[in-house]
Nanobody, 127 residues
Framework: VQLVESGGDSVLAGGSLRLSCEAS???????????MAWFRQPPGKSREGVAA???????TIADSVKGRFSISKDNAENSLHLQMNSLKPEDTAMYYC????????????????????WGQGTQVTVS
């Protein structure tokens, strides 16, 4: 599937943003069978997992953003969202949407190698 992120912006610390990832190139039944995730890559650092959601709607959130970020998926709209609240300067990064066709995300959800499809990213800057 093809993934396109949107919603990135420059915000002040303490602010909120909602990122979206639109999926295309598949069918409704296809999207329902994907584990989908958000990753981020801060400047000069490696890509890291932020949150993932599987086909049952089970969610995994990285400790660094737990309590501030939430992930959701709209199967009917073929879209994935990341709600980010109480943003901090250390949240500054390029944010990527990723997907892999399997029912459960599993313990490998934070590994970039676990995903087949990636978007181009959307920039989030917190100052």
């Amino acid at each position: 599937v093809q993934l396109v992120e949107s919603g990135g912006d420059s915000v002040l610390a303490g602010g909120s943003l909602r990122l979206s990832c639109e999926a295309s190139g598949g069918t409704y039944s296809t999207y329902r069978s994907y584990c989908m995730a958000w990753f981020r890559q801060p400047p000069g650092k490696s890509r890291e997992g932020v949150a993932a959601i599987d086909t049952r709607g089970s969610v995994t959130i990285a400790d660094s953003v737990k309590g501030r970020f939430s992930i959701s998926k709209d199967n009917a709209e073929n879209s994935l969202h990341l709600q980010m609240n109480s943003l901090k300067p250390e949240d500054t990064a390029m944010y990527y949407c990723a997907a892999v066709r399997r029912w459960f995300c599993g313990d490998s959800w934070e590994e970039t190698e676990a995903y087949n499809d990636w978007g181009q990213g959307t920039q989030v800057t917190v100052s």
